[in-house]
């Protein structure tokens, strides 16, 4: 047999089998044992083979060190293809690849960041993948573009065939509310932690649902939490504050935690342990997930990382619970509720409480139970103003999130909600202080007023016209309500409302106001909010 026939057919046959994939130096090596040749010999029967047509490259992307891969010359080069080759030799673009078919062809840059485990500063200390160098690429070559959501100013990766679909603005929608569901959980995760004594930091941030797309920054990766703890084992050092351990926390709501989140989760630990040229950093790292493959939860047990289930924590009723305020975001979505709307969906949020409440987890699911009062006090603002009005849930005027913003002719309303504990006393802080009654009027409101009345914007109202309403199912403190009764009679007051609504003047309002008599006869609203948020301590 000639060398020519013999090369030839040990190249046939080693890419005899479709999705076969040989980087340069591999496929050089193999050559090498087979034929019994030297290395440069090896290099040039690929070139020969490539120009004959039996195999091809990657070309133009590169992988393992900057190498091209082979293949057969039957295999296409698409974006499926692309995912094979990178699970071999670029693990984090598999990951942000195949994440974003998991997700339905949309990926924000945020959830795209966390599984490439690619940092966000300091890129040029991590010998990593540049994400947005390795994004360009593939959008510059048409296998991928990003798409915007305007309302809520974030950027997605999409697939490019998706680019122009007029599925797209539903898309994005129904993976923010995704997001929003991701986050919903962490405030009561976060308490349930601190109740176990897993945190004992102040310093603590994380993902919050009126900004799914940002997370927590900390030693230049994001993460869905971070803080800090002592609960590490007895040492020498106990108890020390100057010796807290970094805890990072993963959480994952919308669908199963997958090896792909895994692997993302524990390469941004090690990059963060090994930051630094003195002995590693200690982190303690957990993850939190709804559901869970048996394979990958056997590889986290191997890599030794505290996980938890939602159900664990929050009982076993926590799946149904998610589904029922994924229904209720979506019935409540809209700008305007029939009265047919209004009575499903406060009978769904009636049957929600009670799920929650004869399951025995009421309390340790405070931030869901509050956005469940959000929900119900849309449908009823939505009543007080039927005509005429448009409303906008969870309106996004960046960086903030506005609960509830009523634009009529005659005015612009900008309503804050809070559905807290009724022993909650808000306090009337400053507006650098949040969750204080300043932070809303002199820090929030002054954002949106800007946003409703400059001259190019679309709304163009005078400042005059712009109102606002602070309504919560706590009380205020004594100062607060002093400084919110003087407030009231100035021009920030609604014309059928007043400025504030702690726990009393929130229940005769629902009692009393005429444009929800129908609403009280029809449904249970204010037995609920009586129930479950406004009672007497």
């Known amino acids: 047999m000639s060398t020519s026939t013999k090369w030839e057919n040990v190249i046939k046959e080693l890419f005899s089998t479709k999705n076969t994939f040989f980087t340069a130096s591999e496929l050089i090596n193999v050559l090498s044992e087979k034929l019994e040749i030297s290395r440069e010999y090896s290099r040039q029967i690929i070139k020969r083979a490539v120009n004959k047509k039996f195999i091809k490259n990657s070309h133009p992307f590169k992988f393992k060190n900057g190498q091209y891969v082979y293949m057969g010359v039957t295999d296409t080069l698409d974006l499926k293809t692309l995912i094979n080759i990178s699970k071999l030799y670029k693990p984090s673009m598999y990951r942000v690849l195949t994440l974003l078919f998991k997700e339905d062809k949309l990926l924000s840059f945020y959830e795209a960041r966390k599984a490439a485990a690619t940092p966000v500063e300091n890129i040029d200390r991590y010998k990593l993948t540049r994400l947005d160098d390795e994004i360009k690429e593939l959008i510059h070559h048409d296998y991928i573009c990003t798409v915007k959501d305007s309302e809520k100013n974030i950027i997605y990766i999409t697939t490019k065939e998706m680019e122009d679909s007029p599925l797209l603005s539903t898309m994005m929608k129904n993976h923010y509310e995704k997001m929003r569901l991701d986050s919903m959980f962490i405030p009561d995760i976060i308490r349930w932690l601190k109740e176990h004594n897993l945190i004992d930091s102040d310093m603590l941030l994380y993902r919050r649902t009126d900004n799914p797309s940002i997370g927590a920054k900390h030693n230049d990766f994001l993460w869905d939490f971070y803080s800090y703890t002592n609960t590490t084992g007895f040492s020498i050092n106990t108890g020390k504050k100057d010796k807290q351990t970094l805890l990072v926390m993963d959480v994952l709501v919308h669908r199963p935690y997958s090896k792909e989140d895994l692997d993302g989760f524990y390469n941004r630990i090690q990059s963060v342990r090994h930051s630094t040229h003195s002995e590693a950093r200690k982190v303690l790292p957990i993850i939190i997930f709804n559901e869970i493959p048996q394979e990958v939860k056997k590889e986290i047990r191997r890599l030794q990382i505290l996980n938890f289930s939602l159900p664990s924590v929050f009982g076993m009723k926590v799946s149904e619970l998610i589904q029922r305020l994924t229904d209720i975001r979506k019935a409540s979505a809209g700008t305007f509720h029939t009265e047919d709307q209004s009575s499903d969906i406060i009978e769904d949020i009636e049957k929600t409480l009670k799920l929650m409440d004869e399951s025995g987890q009421i309390d340790n699911l405070q931030n869901i139970k509050g956005a469940l009062f959000e929900s119900l006090m849309y449908v009823v603002i939505s009543n007080i103003f039927p005509h005429n009005s448009r409303l906008n849930h969870s309106k996004m005027i960046k960086p903030y999130e506005y609960d509830v913003i009523v634009q009529r002719d005659e005015e612009v309303i900008i309503i804050e909600l809070k559905g807290l504990k ?41 400042k005059t016209k712009i109102k606002a309403c602070y309504i919560t199912s706590a009380n205020f403190s004594e100062e607060a309500l002093h400084w919110l009764e003087e407030i009231n009679k100035s021009k920030l007051k609604p014309e059928t409302l007043d400025c504030f609504y702690d726990r009393k003047r929130l229940l005769k309002l629902i009692k009393t106001h005429e444009n929800l008599s129908s609403l009280r006869k029809s449904t249970a609203f204010i037995d609920i909010l009586e129930k479950f948020y406004l009672k007497e301590q």
């Open 422 to 462: 009724n022993s909650t006393i808000i306090n009337l802080g400053d507006y650098k202080t949040n969750a204080t009654v300043k932070w809303f009027f002199g820090n929030t409101l002054p954002h949106a007023k800007r946003a409703y009345t400059i001259p190019s914007s679309p709304f163009e109202y005078n």
